[in-house]
């Protein structure tokens, strides 16, 4: 409470700071951020249905039910101030309709980050993956990092039953919401700019493919390569990178850092 009083008599607006995870995840990866955005930034990480405190909700695997979940909380951020987003991989999808969405209520954010996650238009090896057989998807999600020791070698393991399917349901949102963006009524390009980060080793989404963000903003993009794979997300140093883009965008309004 002490620095929101601080910021207050600094005349200075604190900026949310949503943050979106990648798919078959929760928000695990951004327990950090807090500490690391540095002053005036309060990180909101939130899950979607079906994991993390929302564990028992039904998971989502389209467009529609994801903006109904999740565009009334993001109207009330904001109303009370400059907010940004980030989406990891899937989490930039999401991070893409939501934005279009904000921005189609007149409140956009004052950017959208994206990481690992090539834009929509581009496919990867897991776009259509969703309802592969386990023997077909199980080596495409190695070949990423993400497949945890021994998870293919035991069919009925607890990472096979519990979060397998929590993938593939994100995969199936992954695919509508790709969709969603190619079609000129509920997608296009955004009028907000766009930071993209890419992993300098990522087999997923290479740094070369990610500069094509360019199309899908009217306005200007930024494109960084930082270290390691496709899970950089808990990276300190980008959520410093993010934090200063947070400050740098607020204090650029017109209104010197209101709304």
Do not use: K
């Not at 998971?59 to 951020?77: I, V």
């Not at 080596?139 to 035991?154: F, N, Q, R, T």
């Amino acid at each position: 409470m002490a620095s929101r009083s601080r910021d207050r008599e600094a005349g200075t607006a604190r900026i949310t700071l949503t943050c979106l995870a990648h798919a078959g995840a929760g928000v695990a990866s951004y327990r950090g951020w807090a500490a690391a955005v540095g002053p005036g930034i309060d990180v909101a990480a939130l899950p979607l249905p079906g994991r993390d405190s929302r564990r028992r909700e039904p998971r989502l695997t389209e467009r529609a039910g994801l903006l109904a979940d999740f565009l009334p909380t993001l109207l009330q951020t904001a109303r009370r101030g400059p907010y940004a987003l980030y989406g990891h991989s899937m989490g930039a999808l999401v991070g893409y309709t939501l934005t279009r969405a904000l921005a189609d209520s007149g409140l956009p954010p004052l950017f959208l980050a994206v990481g690992a996650c090539p834009p929509p238009h581009t496919t990867t090896v897991l776009a259509d993956a969703a309802d592969l057989p386990d023997e077909d998807l199980l080596p495409l999600l190695d070949e990423i990092g993400s497949l945890p020791p021994g998870a293919s070698a035991s069919p009925g393991g607890l990472w096979r039953r519990t979060f397998l399917p929590v993938l593939r349901d994100d995969l199936r949102l992954a695919r509508s919401l790709r969709n969603a963006a190619l079609d000129p009524v509920t997608g296009g390009p955004l009028d907000v700019p766009v930071l993209v980060f890419a992993g300098r080793d990522d087999p997923l989404a290479a740094p070369a493919a990610l500069r094509h963000w360019q199309q899908w903003t009217t306005n200007l993009i930024e494109l960084h390569t930082v270290a390691g794979g496709h899970f950089f997300a808990s990276s300190s140093s980008l959520a410093q990178h993010v934090g200063r883009a947070c400050r740098g965008h607020v204090t650029a309004l017109p209104t010197g850092g209101g709304r």
